[in-house]
């Protein structure tokens, strides 16, 4: 939709008028922003803050909304809750579980499971994944935050894009990784051979992962375990970054880290450790998940 910034909203920032003008929620509208998917004056702004001008030309790439029947409740969907209350939860998501419904799966998500329980989120942030402020891939395991609250919400969101979210990760790459300690700081978009693919990409969004190394292991295969830490939260951006330094995770077939020396279900990464000030009483919460039994049998395997 194309629209023309009136007086009266002058000076006023671009994710508030792109919720006004498209009707829909501010949360929503911020992820559109997010998305590169509201041009100003033919180019595209990505900063949520930014004021726009009376005359300013906005096009806003709208998207539909999800049909109903990918959000249906659904009690069979696990939903392991190892923290609640009135404004968030804290889930220790199993690999194997999708978090919210997509072209792939409208059915059977952590959003469905969640619903059944907690039919508040349904109306808190982005209709296709209520709840959700940030998300684990498929075969990620561990710990993520859903918001119950539109409060909560905006907060958290807000959190996460300051850096003030603390987010560990448990992994295993191929190689020796030479130093004990680095960053990867490369920015992440679509891979411009495979839109399904993240990549390294110039026209990528800024991305920065600090890792770890845990310790090293030389039989029967030589690989690293490492610990990650995330200052940005972009789709795979473990994955991708530390591919392009040469260490694919292990058992990462879309990033080539699957091997028949190593054979593996899913990658080898597991959200381990949440910190976060609660959203409205700025309580220091912190929560570690223990690494699953399939993974830590792959390490009993090293030597």
Not at 34 to 39: R, Y
Not at 265 to 276: D, I, M, N, T, Y
Request: one cysteine or more; aromatic letters at 2%.
């Amino acid at each position: 939709m194309k629209e023309v910034v009136p007086r009266a909203l002058d000076g006023q920032r671009l994710d508030r008028v792109v919720a006004l003008v498209t009707g829909r929620s501010r949360s929503e509208a911020a992820g559109m922003v997010d998305d590169g998917a509201v041009l100003v004056g033919g180019t595209p702004v990505t900063t949520r803050s930014h004021r726009v001008v009376e005359g300013d030309a906005l096009e806003v790439d709208v998207p539909d909304l999800p049909p109903e029947a990918t959000l249906d409740a659904d009690a069979s969907v696990p939903v392991p809750v190892i923290h609640e209350d009135d404004h968030l939860l804290v889930i220790d998501k199993p690999a194997g579980l999708v978090v919210h419904p997509g072209a792939g799966q409208v059915a059977g998500t952590l959003v469905n499971g969640l619903l059944a329980r907690y039919p508040e989120i349904r109306k808190v942030g982005q209709p296709d994944r209520p709840g959700i402020v940030h998300r684990l891939d498929k075969g990620t395991s561990g710990l993520m935050l859903v918001a119950r609250t539109d409060d909560a919400y905006e907060t958290l969101v807000a959190m996460l894009a300051a850096h003030e979210v603390e987010r560990q990760y448990h992994t295993l790459v191929w190689g020796t990784v030479a130093s004990p300690t680095g960053m990867v700081d490369a920015p992440v978009g679509r891979s411009s051979r495979d839109r399904t693919r993240m990549a390294v990409t110039i026209t990528g969004k800024p991305a920065r992962t600090r890792y770890e190394v845990v310790r090293t292991y030389h039989d029967p295969v030589e690989v690293t375990e490492l610990h990650c830490r995330l200052e940005t939260g972009r789709t795979h951006q473990i994955r991708v970054h530390l591919a392009s330094i040469g260490h694919r995770v292990v058992g990462d077939g879309r990033y080539g880290g699957q091997r028949q020396s190593l054979p593996m279900p899913r990658p080898f990464l597991h959200a381990e450790r949440l910190g976060v000030d609660h959203p409205v009483t700025d309580e220091p919460l912190r929560f570690e998940s223990p690494l699953p039994d399939d993974l830590a049998t792959v390490l009993q395997s090293l030597h």
